[in-house]
């Protein structure tokens, strides 16, 4: 036998791996860490970009650095990512809220009377808690009501008969327009008409608010990879296709046959405690093409990696542009309809840098009540009405969001024009000329994203908790096998926490969980050092109100 042909088997072997994780984001990196702490690491992970991180990054502008994607912690009880934080001493475990005040002004620059924004909010919270109840009670919505914005718009029209002046009822519906607005960027979608009124609840909200880490959320990344040996990484490396079942024969799957649920669905945990993982084994005059046993990955870059599981934790977006070439054979049926149903949305940030403060210190947001109903605009007039407020990060750091097809189409625009169009609408709002034109604005985006194509996930008008089951659900070659082969993990597979970074750290542990089990005892729950007493502490807290 040749050298060359030595040479190319021994490359080959280096691109065999028990497990090949498809991502570096926060899904991909927790799979990894699991792995780890659970004693295997026989894994590689495979990046389209050539950063860690997905939609979790942080850039430098002149004074301040900022977070384009994941911006807060999600609530404290049952947090991972709390926990994670916490345990490393990146926030303070006794979190004192600073003190938020907000002024919601019409596009003449007259400001609402607080005690009138102030209503108007507990109304709104009150309507959207309602909507919430269709699904934890198992309510039947109102005949012809399907949306969350067409139950909400309904109470609120009921709430304003009741006044007797004009003016009084249309400053109020301004307000409910902008909390609708704003609820777009909440549930990552183009309007509130759009999101499923039985589903809504399905979003489970842990207990503690919303949490800012100091120091950035980008600083969890660090705590995510620590662990990792660099080489195990592998970016700038996207994929286009995953072989995953290459025996042929599609049937197995049961994709319409009756035993379909258990081949789909069947529990791991009923197997069999002697079972191992299978050894890996090369004939050196064997062609790759005839690994019939292993996954195969192909990259762009010509590489080919093999695996005896390969968990896929490429966004929901990016699997609504390419499910259909990506996978061979394609996924079930079930699978690209869930795709299909639910939502991915582009939500934006835009950053407005000052040289120096020119609001009220005591100002914190400026809500802006645009009137929207007169005549249709272009969205090239239109897409700023969009926005909903403008949120002070600092005397010198104004921050804007905006979602939807405006978000889209704002994304065409220069950094430049973007500025000068938030500019015109401060000056407006607040009825001032001389409010300064930034320094820098910098704007996200995510649908232009490539390796993103939007922000999070959301049940669209249609679709439910089960498509985000159906996505989360592992792909065996048939019913005969004990473990999966293809398993999907990221915030679009986690029912109850879907959109969030939290949500992608447990689906990318139970992933890898399953891909272990059951060649483990004694799993390793929480994958962060030191964060063993603080759960006991935080699970003894009790919570009055």
Same mark, same amino acid.
């Given at each position: ?36 702490n659970?004693?295997m ?11 860690i ?23 404290v009880?049952?947090?991972? @990512?709390?926990? /994670?934080? +916490?345990? *490393?001493?990146?926030?303070?475990? &006794?979190?004192?809220?600073? $003190?938020? %005040?907000? =002024? ?48 909400i ?10 006044l ?24 990552g ?30 600083? @969890?990344?660090? /705590?995510? +990879?620590? *662990?990792?040996?660099?080489e195990? &990484?592998?970016?700038?490396? $996207?994929? %286009?296709? =995953? ?8 049937d197995?799957?049961?994709?319409e ?58 966004p ?10 990506l ?36 100002? +914190? ?91 999070y ?53 139970t ?29 003894g ?5």
């Amino acid at each position: 036998m040749g050298d060359e042909e030595l040479n190319s088997s021994k490359t080959c072997d280096k691109k065999k791996h028990n497990v090949v994780i498809i991502g570096a984001g926060m899904a991909g990196l927790a799979a990894a860490n699991y792995l780890i702490n659970n004693g295997m690491e026989d894994f590689i992970i495979i990046e389209a970009r050539k950063r860690i991180g997905g939609r979790i990054i942080s850039i430098p502008m002149k004074n301040h650095r900022v977070e384009l994607g994941a911006n807060w912690i999600h609530g404290v009880l049952g947090n991972p @990512i709390y926990e /994670l934080a +916490t345990a *490393n001493g990146l926030v303070n475990i &006794i979190n004192v809220p600073k $003190p938020h %005040k907000v =002024i919601a002004a019409t596009e003449d620059g007259k400001q609402a009377p607080f005690n009138v924004l102030q209503e108007i909010h507990e109304a709104y919270v009150c309507f959207l808690r309602r909507c919430e109840e269709y699904f934890l009670c198992q309510y039947l919505p109102p005949p012809d009501i399907n949306s969350v914005g067409e139950h909400i718009n309904l109470e609120a029209t009921i709430y304003l008969e009741r006044l007797p002046s004009s003016e009084e009822k249309k400053l109020r519906r301004l307000i409910f327009d902008c909390l609708l607005r704003r609820e777009t960027c909440i549930s990552g979608c183009n309007s509130m008409d759009e999101i499923d009124l039985s589903e809504l609840g399905s979003y489970t909200e842990l207990q503690g608010g919303n949490i800012l880490i100091p120091s950035g959320y980008s600083s @969890i990344l660090q /705590l995510m +990879t620590k *662990n990792i040996p660099s080489e195990k &990484i592998i970016s700038n490396c $996207p994929v %286009k296709k =995953i072989n995953w079942n290459s025996n042929g024969n599609s049937d197995d799957l049961g994709e319409e046959s009756e035993d379909s649920d258990q081949t789909v669905i069947e529990d791991v945990s009923k197997a069999s405690n002697n079972d191992k993982i299978p050894k890996l084994h090369v004939n050196v005059e064997e062609k790759p093409k005839k690994r019939s046993n292993y996954v195969e990955v192909q990259c762009d870059n010509g590489e080919n990696y093999y695996a005896n599981h390969v968990i896929c934790t490429i966004p929901l977006g990016v699997l609504k542009d390419h499910a259909a070439t990506l996978f061979d054979p394609q996924l079930p049926q079930y699978k690209n309809e869930s795709i299909e149903r639910l939502l991915f949305t582009p939500v934006d940030k835009i950053f407005l840098e000052y040289d120096r403060p020119f609001l009220n210190p005591d100002i +914190t947001e400026i809500m802006l009540l645009w009137d929207n109903s007169g005549a249709q605009e272009s969205m090239a007039d239109s897409w700023y009405k969009k926005m909903y407020s403008f949120t002070k990060v600092s005397e010198t750091l104004l921050l804007g969001w905006v979602s939807g097809k405006e978000a889209e189409y704002m994304e065409t625009l220069s950094m430049e024009e973007v500025g000068i169009t938030c500019t015109k609408i401060l000056r407006k709002f607040l009825n001032d000329p001389f409010v300064p034109e930034p320094i820098l604005c910098v704007c996200t985006s995510w649908n232009k994203q490539a390796y993103t194509r939007g922000a999070y996930t959301a049940i669209a008008v249609g679709a439910s908790q089960s498509d985000i089951e159906s996505l989360a659900q592992p792909l065996f070659r048939n019913a005969r096998d004990k473990k999966p082969v293809l398993l999907f993990a990221g915030e679009h597979t986690h029912s109850s926490f879907y959109s969030t970074v939290h949500g992608a750290f447990l689906s990318g542990q139970t992933a890898a969980k399953r891909v272990l089990s059951p060649d483990v005892s004694g799993e390793n729950e929480l994958e962060c050092p030191g964060s063993a007493d603080l759960q006991a502490w935080i699970q003894g807290i009790q919570i009055n109100g």
